[in-house]
């Protein structure tokens, strides 16, 4: 067995190296990356957006049912990024969580309340060797009745927190500051606003000039105040719009 720095520990999640470091949960958020996906989530003072790309791996698959887009409430959405089955593990638990509050409190689920619940599920699974961290990151949007548009992101470790903006994947770093750029200008702003720029972050660190089968877009909205995603004459309206504006 090598003898190099990490060696063992990286074979069981509950060591910790001599540094300090859990190399499994590390291996985790490498393993976002394995489908070479980049996903962009943005909030406005009036809407929340999230785009991410769309990939059929496999010319026989329908690709209607290819997305990584998901409904969890009536009013929560997500976009996940990483590993698919373990992305739909994810968002199973999400939805059983969801549904389990609205049979007890009678009422929805707060975004921040559902992506903690979610944080909390991941941690454990960072303390026990029968299980592993989930390859897989889980942007969530809302609409908040006390608080507006909501933007949370869970990922392998536990960790989650609220975002004006944010990214994951393979260019997670270049969208990151794309963002952040242009978050600083204007940080509050419409609907029509952040669904361009959301769009225009993807298609800038990924160099591509997208077409409407190739990105998934959802929104929540004030004014309906529902989870849905954008149809494909819908984003090509918008792409139509960008480019123009170009």
Known sequence: MSRGSNAGFDRHITIFS?????YQVEYAFKAINQGGMTSVAVRGKDSAVVVTQKKVPDKLLDAN????????TDKIGCVMTGITADSQSQVQRARYEAAEWKYKYGYDIPVATLCKRLADISQVYTQNAEMRPL?????????DDELGPQLYKCD??????????????????EANSYLEKKMKKNPDLCYGNILEMAICCLSTVLSVDFRSSEIEVGVVSAENRGFR?????????????ISERD
């Open 18 to 22: 001599p540094e300090g470091r859990l």
């Open 65 to 72: 049912s290819v997305t990584n887009l998901f409904s969890l």
């Open 135 to 143: 390859g897989c990151c889980m942007s969530l949007i809302g609409i």
């Open 156 to 173: 392998p470790a536990g960790y989650f927190s609220g975002f004006k903006a944010t990214s994951a994947g393979v260019k997670q770093t």
């Open 229 to 241: 995603t954008l149809s494909e004459s819908e984003i090509e309206a918008c792409l139509v719009a």
